[in-house]
């Protein structure tokens, strides 16, 4: 399998704080990856150093198995749809549209041409004058149209509205399809691209604190349901990641039950159902709690 992204030990320092701290994974390519975090854990620098922006104070990444850093070889391999992209003062939508072939090989400008449509941009409309969710539409087109062997976003959806994040997935999911490549996803709307991503990687404090399948993380547990007294009954021997309480009902999240304790749970007049990635993310990043929620 080819690595397209991969990093050892690699480690940023800002001053005395580690932006990001003795990181290594490895990225397979043509897969949709999330990159995942709180507020300042680290993402944005990573996708700095994978994309040779920032020099790594120690440690190696490597992008298609080479060093990014004043890389024109790589360069050309890469999009990195950034949440502050600059554009010349004077630019309007139809110029990054028209100046977009010179920066990525495999620029699809009838595709482009369709997604501006689409995301109702005006092409004589000056970038500066656009609005946040206009400008992150911008972006996304670049990002898609681009067909770059390793693509990244940066929260790209900063001011889009629900129709044109879902608008973006579609497009996303139908073109990796297509014309499958790598895709480092960076957003905080977890359960919104739940359905996209493959893998998951969560950064913390800048230290990778979680780097697995999406469908093994899926798997590895479960919510049971029902009345209070029951749901405490069923879990009092097993380790509870969190508990909320609503009235006389509750809900816990479980390890993943084996066929003969689903049985045991039914039998219970317990509901068995799945977790959403974004609570077992935030599971797995140190960050749940037992609730009790007044009704
Ligand atoms: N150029 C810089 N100089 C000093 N500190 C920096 C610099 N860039 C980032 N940092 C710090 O490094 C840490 C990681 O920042 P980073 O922007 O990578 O986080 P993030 O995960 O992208 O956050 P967010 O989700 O809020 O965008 C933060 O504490 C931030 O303040």
Request: hydrophobic share 40%; charged share 20%; proline share 4%.
């Amino acid at each position: 399998m080819t690595l397209t992204v991969e990093a050892h030990g690699l480690t940023k320092r800002y001053g005395s704080l580690h932006a990001v701290n003795d990181v290594s994974f490895a990225i397979p390519g043509g897969s949709i990856v999330g990159l995942l975090g709180r507020n300042g854990a680290g993402k944005t620098t990573l996708m700095q150093l994978i994309t040779g922006q920032e020099l790594a104070t120690t440690g190696d990444v490597r992008v298609l198995g080479e060093n990014p850093v004043e890389n024109p070889r790589v360069m050309s391999t890469l999009c990195f749809v950034k949440e502050a992209q600059k554009y010349p003062e004077d630019f309007r939508v139809r110029h990054v549209m028209s100046v977009a072939p010179r920066f990525f090989p495999n620029w699809d400008a009838e595709y482009a041409e369709r997604l501006v449509d689409e995301f109702r941009l005006n092409r004589k409309q000056r970038i500066k004058k656009l609005s946040r969710g206009q400008l992150s539409s911008v972006g996304i087109i670049v990002g898609l149209a681009s067909r770059a062997p390793v693509t990244i976003f940066d929260e790209p959806y900063l001011g889009l509205d629900a129709i044109a994040r879902q608008n973006f997935y579609d497009h996303l999911l139908a073109d990796y399809s297509e014309n499958p490549r790598t895709i480092i996803l960076s957003t905080h709307l977890i359960d919104e691209v739940a359905n996209l991503l493959e893998h998951a990687i969560v950064i913390d404090d800048g230290r990778i604190v979680l780097d697995a399948p999406v469908d093994e993380l899926r798997a590895s547990a479960v919510t049971v349901s029902g009345p209070a007294s029951a749901v405490d009954a069923f879990v009092a021997a097993r380790d509870v990641m969190h508990h909320q309480t609503l009235g006389g009902l509750a809900t816990a999240t479980i390890s993943a039950l084996s066929d003969a304790d689903r049985v045991t749970a039914t039998a219970a007049g317990l509901e068995v159902g799945p977790v959403s990635l974004q609570q077992l993310i935030i599971r797995r990043s140190g960050g749940w709690t037992t609730e009790e929620v007044s009704a």
